[in-house]
């Protein structure tokens, strides 16, 4: 089992930056992709980036320039930075790890809203 723990939402204006973290715990040895997901009223989950052990990439089109992931391997954390924040990124973000079995985690979430 994976726990994660997700921090940094919040409520910012348009243009504005959050960052935010995720703590992974547990079977850390198992992971093998961490990442964010957001899903707003209404909406499915959607993909917002994720970062596999080895750093490769993966962001979203509606996020790509804005949006930046980064991981820290020792510290079993994963991180993503939001500039230029619009309200369309208002959602509830959730972190994710995935394992070598391809079992998904996740988080509780956390809230991010962004005012006009």
């Known amino acids: 089992q994976v726990q994660l723990v997700e921090s940094g939402g919040g409520l910012v204006q348009a243009g504005g930056s959050l960052r935010l973290s995720c703590a992974a715990s547990g079977r850390i040895f198992t992971i093998k992709t961490m990442g964010w997901y957001r899903q707003s009223p209404g909406k499915q989950r959607e993909l917002v980036a994720s970062i596999s052990s080895g750093g490769s990439t993966n962001v979203a089109d509606s996020v790509k320039g804005r949006f930046t992931i980064s991981r820290d391997n020792v510290a079993n954390t994963v991180n993503l930075q939001m500039n230029s924040l619009k309200p369309e990124d208002t959602a509830v973000y959730y972190c994710?790890?995935?394992?070598?079995?391809?079992?998904?985690?996740w988080g509780k979430g956390t809230l991010v809203t962004v005012s006009s």
């Open positions: 994710n790890a995935r394992d070598l079995a391809w079992v998904d985690y």
